[in-house]
């Protein structure tokens, strides 16, 4: 297991990162997505742990709050010393009383959300605090000026933002500096070989602001874990057939996925390792979230981080799964090309 600066921050955390989307769930969607109880839970995280993973992502509505009941106590009954993890959970979702400001990333909402993420945690703080979606409602002023008071209580270590977009993102960092408070330092954002479209505006923003990567979904809900095939019949009650999200380019997830089974084949492992692999080779990466119902899944996943992967290899499936050509990305690459192979060249020089 690799270790990887966390943004701009001091902090390392390890290349891959136990998601704990299954744990908890009874019935609807957190059914659908899993039902791991306390014991199974503690498994998975022993085992996690065991394999040098010190990173732990979870979320206040992840099955309406037992994620972070199963995971606190998890980590009280394995009796993990506190400064040997480092936890994540996020704050947007409807939560509490259900009311009309039990929502949202508004001051009212955050500083309700982290009490509440505390006492479920067991915890007197909270590593990396996440806003989970955006809010059209709440000024981003507001949003980061409470989260700088979170930071500054003492509640809150680092904060960090979900599935915003760039602009978003790059305002907010914009007044994070100008009124000196604490910044996003990550992004947490679906990114796989078959969806590659952050690549397009967000890849830039992280790398220009140095902000680190979680990627969510890494196997596109099961879609690259190798079950599934152009000539492949999802299994009745799989992950895809009760719950198709992400939404997912099917044919070029497929041209992706017979190029991965290839390699996978040649080198004696899991399509899904190929894929997390494929992640882990990209330098934007941070840490990959990897969430699991079984132990063997968990096993698979881990053992990916021992492939490395050849240059052409690199280069095939980057062919594979490269993002069709879109403004203004082409007249970008087109009219800065003579000056970027310049600096390229001086680069080598030096």
């Excluded at 990466?285 to 881990?302: C, F, M």
Aim: net charge neutral.
């Amino acid at each position: 297991m690799q270790y990887r600066k966390f943004g701009r921050t001091g902090l390392f955390v390890s290349e891959l990162c136990l998601g704990t989307m299954t744990f908890g769930g009874s019935s609807g969607i957190w059914g659908q997505i899993g039902n791991l109880q306390q014991s199974e839970a503690e498994g998975l995280i022993g085992r996690s742990l065991d394999a040098g993973i010190n990173f732990i992502d979870t979320a206040d509505v992840y099955s309406e709050g037992q994620s972070e009941v199963i995971t606190g106590q998890a980590l009280k009954n394995l009796k993990v010393p506190r400064d040997s993890f480092v936890l994540a959970t996020k704050v947007l979702g409807e939560t509490g009383s259900k009311g009309v400001n039990s929502a949202g990333a508004s001051r009212f909402h955050i500083m309700d959300g982290v009490k509440a993420s505390l006492q479920r945690l067991q915890l007197d703080h909270i590593d990396l605090y996440q806003i989970h979606g955006f809010d059209p409602v709440t000024p981003i002023e507001e949003t980061v000026h409470a989260l700088d008071n979170l930071v500054r209580q003492g509640h809150v270590r680092y904060v960090g933002v979900s599935n915003w977009a760039a602009w978003q993102i790059a305002k907010a960092l914009g007044i994070a500096e100008r009124d000196r408070l604490a910044r996003f330092e990550s992004l947490q954002a679906y990114y796989t070989i078959a969806g590659r479209d952050l690549e397009r505006e967000l890849v830039p923003l992280l790398r220009s602001e140095n902000v680190g990567l979680m990627v969510w979904s890494p196997l596109a809900g099961g879609l690259l874990s190798g079950k599934y095939g152009r000539d492949t019949e999802a299994e009745k009650g799989s992950r895809r057939t009760t719950f198709d999200f992400p939404p997912v380019n099917v044919e070029r997830a497929y041209d992706c996925i017979d190029v991965m089974r290839q390699l996978a084949e040649a080198r004696g492992v899991s399509v899904a390792q190929i894929a997390l692999a494929w992640l882990l080779h990209q330098q934007v990466v941070t840490s990959v979230i990897i969430g699991a119902k079984r132990a063997e899944q968990l096993d698979d996943n881990i053992a990916a981080t021992a492939i490395k992967l050849t240059a052409d290899e690199l280069a095939t499936l980057d062919k594979v799964s490269a993002l069709p050509a879109e403004y203004p990305g082409w007249m970008l690459e087109r009219q800065g090309g003579v000056r970027g192979k310049r600096l390229e060249e001086s680069g080598r020089r030096g």
